[in-house]
């Protein structure tokens, strides 16, 4: 965020902030604890974010795993997760007119107990 597209880049983190904030109302979608921001210090000028913890990372490295190992997805999962998946977009669109445009296995993190949750509100 250095140079002189600072003041552009501080209003894409605010609006990456707010939509997440709005967002983690919905189940699926990783809960947004806090939001560091310190953007206005002289010697640090980024904002931190804290996140609830999804502890079998992203949806991505969890299929390249699972590849690594010559195991596929069910077809019953893949299905609970691409209808969960199509929940959240549904989701947050209707209730905040929210369009995430990110959507890659990547910005999907896997929690414990299997269920997916949507992270990274920085396209929307």
Known sequence: M?????EENS????REIACHKIASAYPDVVTLVE???NRDSI???SVHYVLELCSRGS???TCEKMAEKGLLISKDQFLKW???MAKVCVYIHETSFIIHRDLHAGNWLVRENGTLALCDFGCS
């Not at 250095?2 to 600072?6: A, E, I, S, T, W």
């Open 82 to 84: 691409a209808i969960d």
């Open 11 to 14: 209003d894409m983190v605010d």
């Open 59 to 61: 949806l991505l490295k």
């Open 35 to 37: 939001a560091f921001d």
């Open 2 to 6: 250095k140079g002189r597209h600072l």
């Open 43 to 45: 010697d640090n000028k």
